[in-house]
């Protein structure tokens, strides 16, 4: 198995995004390890293809040309990494915000992957999908799937919700290597990993955002796994270790 990241490009946020326990934005007081670009929280954008040596499953697709002109890079990013579109049979999405799915059909209207036979959905987002104009022609063939449900022998995915309904990742084990594609747990790696309590303000839910990241980085450490983080800093892979009050993230 070979899982490739794929940068389409970035965001930049303001760090009003952020959010302390009661729902409090900073002020002065942002903390100093806090990386910014003028003055903006600038959040990579990371798509993951995964290689079972036949088939390619895509794990979110970037925002195409539906958002900002920061992202939709994915089609360059896969020729870089010499990865034909026709061999992606398989896309699923960690959730359905427009940063994750809109990949599906490129900027100039055509399929994104045009021999894809599994567009799968977490189940409890499926409506939402339903609801993306600009991707009608996908949604009567988008499928849902639940958390642990196995996406072939190596995948099996995890529910994390929280920053959406239907938020879920994905474990990739291969030859005793474990690997967690873990859709927006994190959005701001200077920060949340030491500070796993502040939220996001895209949150659906922030407690339960809040629990499915304590949860997911204490997996990560204590199974010693590797991570890919959607919003990790491109490319989005790396280890995560405890620290006395909360942990760190080491990239490969
Ligand atoms: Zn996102």
């Not at 009003?16 to 007081?29: S, V």
């Not at 870089?80 to 059909?105: N, P």
């Not at 239907?166 to 701001?188: K, M, P, Q």
Request: with cysteine; aromatic share 8%.
């Amino acid at each position: 198995m070979t899982v490739t990241s794929l940068r389409d490009g970035y965001v930049d946020m303001p760090v009003r995004r952020l959010r302390q326990p009661g729902d409090i934005a900073f002020g002065d007081d942002l903390p100093s390890q806090v990386s910014l670009v003028d003055g903006a929280l600038r959040l990579s954008v990371n798509a993951f293809a995964i290689d079972d040596g036949n088939d390619i499953t895509l794990i979110d697709t970037g925002s195409s040309n539906a958002w900002r002109s920061t992202m939709g890079h994915l089609p360059e990013a896969l020729r870089e990494a010499k990865i034909a579109t026709g061999r992606i049979r398989t896309v699923a999405f960690t959730h359905t915000h427009l940063d994750h799915i809109h990949g599906l059909i490129l900027a100039d209207g055509g399929d994104g992957f045009p021999q894809l036979s599994r567009l799968l959905v977490p189940r409890a987002e499926l409506d939402m999908f339903r609801e993306v104009a600009r991707l009608e022609r996908f949604h009567d063939r988008a499928q849902p799937f639940d958390a642990g449900q196995r996406l072939g022998a190596n995948i099996e995915t995890i529910a994390a919700a929280g920053h959406e309904v239907g938020h879920t990742c994905f474990r990739v084990t291969s030859a005793g290597e474990t690997l967690l594609i873990w859709g927006d747990t994190v959005h701001v790696p200077s920060l949340q990993f030491d500070r796993p309590e502040i939220a996001w303000e895209f949150d659906a839910d922030r407690e339960q955002a809040r629990a499915s990241r304590l949860r997911l980085l204490a997996l990560a450490a204590d199974s010693a796994c590797f991570v890919a983080g959607a919003h990790l800093d491109s490319p989005g892979v790396g280890r995560v270790f405890r620290t006395e009050t909360g942990f760190r993230f080491e990239p490969v």
